[in-house]
């Protein structure tokens, strides 16, 4: 019998993270204890040009590293990566990270405790658009949108999953509406859009009363410990993010596109099904 998970409530005090873009240095705004998360971490790395480089150790964590913005070289132990816009690495337990930019970079830094060290992986955003089970457009207007696996089945890892969505303008986003907190909890950072954008992030179990509905604009974080998580952007913009997933259990939960779609909607699936290929 699978282990009952404790799942975290849906409160605006815990699920919400305003403006997590505005500090330099390495920041952190997600972890658990402190936001409704049970294993995921989020922060920031922002180098402005000129600025030293930022060292840390990645302890317990396996993490993630996505470049948002600029351009970096990226150092885990002696290996060295020149890292562009989009790109990512996963970033194995119990390693020394160095981060340096001439020009600035703006990185977000996701992770999650593992037992297990999985090898040192470097992703190009390029190689995932050229891919077809990790780039595609997900269904049609108004729900269309472009969505990119960064971190999922084409890196061998313990718990953590991330890409980037980018939708049509005025199209609501992670719909058919579906949940996967039995193994999955996810995090939405928002980016690529420049005010006066804005969108509606909803999370909930029982679309009559939902826990979670909330205006969200740049480097805002909407966690979803569970229940259901569509979106739509405001008309004349759109609503992108970086989602960012933890698995309940390290490694057997760890599986992109397997939802329970909303009854209502379940008849024409998830829209994820690319994925499975």
């Known amino acids: 019998m699978k282990e009952q ?6 409160r605006r005090e815990t699920c919400v993270v305003r403006e997590t873009h505005t500090t330099t240095g390495r920041t952190l705004s997600v972890k658990p204890g402190e936001t409704a998360s049970r294993n995921l971490f989020y922060g920031r790395i922002i180098i402005k040009a000129g600025d030293e480089s930022i060292k840390f150790e990645t302890g317990d964590r396996e993490t993630g590293l996505i470049c948002l913005n600029g351009s970096a070289t990226v150092s885990v132990g002696d290996t060295e990566f020149s890292v562009t816009r989009y790109d990512a690495i996963y970033v194995p337990r119990d ?7 001439d020009d600035g970079c703006d990185f977000a830094e996701l992770g999650a405790p593992v ?6 992986q470097f992703v190009k955003f390029a190689d995932v658009r050229k891919d077809p089970s990790l780039h595609f457009i997900v269904t049609k207007p108004p729900t269309e949108r472009d969505l990119n696996i960064l971190l999922g089945k084409n890196v061998e890892a313990g718990r953590i999953m991330a890409g980037v969505t980018f939708s049509s303008d005025g199209n609501w986003t992670s719909f058919p509406p579906h949940e996967h907190h039995d193994m999955l909890e996810e995090a939405y950072l928002y980016i690529d859009m420049p005010a006066p954008q804005w969108g509606i992030q909803m999370v909930y179990t029982e679309l009559k009363e939902p826990e979670l509905v909330e205006v969200v604009r740049e480097g805002d974080v909407i966690l979803m410990p569970q229940g259901y998580h569509p979106n739509v952007a405001a008309p004349g913009g759109s609503i992108n993010f970086l989602w960012m997933m933890a698995a309940n259990r390290e490694g057997v939960d760890r599986q992109f596109g397997v939802v329970n779609v909303q009854p209502e909607y379940a008849a024409g699936g998830s829209g994820l099904e690319a994925s499975q290929k």
């Open 115 to 120: 037992e297990k060290q999985y090898p040192l």
């Open 5 to 10: 998970i404790a799942l975290e409530p849906i």
């Open 95 to 101: 390693s020394n990270v160095t981060v340096s930019s």
